[in-house]
């Protein structure tokens, strides 16, 4: 409990050195926590997220964050022409896709 709370010593009294670990150790233990709990798993789905925007192909019916279910019709660098309904296309960003549905999900809708 050292690296907690000092001990209190009288002035002028010969005050043991501290080691450097014992000072970093803590920060280190905490970062490494942090780093596989929270920060490995973000980039992992960041990295799969990437993937499964760029494999967006014509004819996959996808989810949008907004909750929208529809077919892509067109495919651009940065923009999707996706039919929602009958006569009705909107152009999306492909950042707004979070899910690519197994294909008649539209339908059944």
């Given at each position: 409990m050292e690296f907690l709370i000092s001990d209190?010593?009288?002035q002028g009294a010969a005050q043991p050195q501290q080691s450097p670990l014992g000072f970093f150790l803590p920060?280190?233990?905490?970062?490494?926590?942090?780093?596989?709990?929270l920060i490995r798993p973000q980039q992992?789905?960041?990295?799969?997220?990437?993937e499964l925007?760029?494999?967006?192909?014509?004819?996959?019916?996808?989810?949008t964050?907004?909750?929208?279910?529809g077919i892509?019709?067109?495919?651009?660098?940065q923009f999707l022409t996706v039919d929602f309904?009958?006569?009705?296309q909107l152009k999306v960003q492909r950042q707004t896709v979070t899910a690519v549905l197994p294909k008649g999900t539209f339908d059944a809708a």
């Open positions: 209190a010593w009288a920060m280190i233990i905490l970062f490494v926590a942090f780093w596989f709990l992992k789905r960041q990295k799969q997220h990437r925007v760029s494999n967006i192909q014509p004819g996959d019916e996808v989810l964050s907004g909750g929208l279910i892509v019709r067109e495919t651009s660098d309904a009958d006569n009705v």
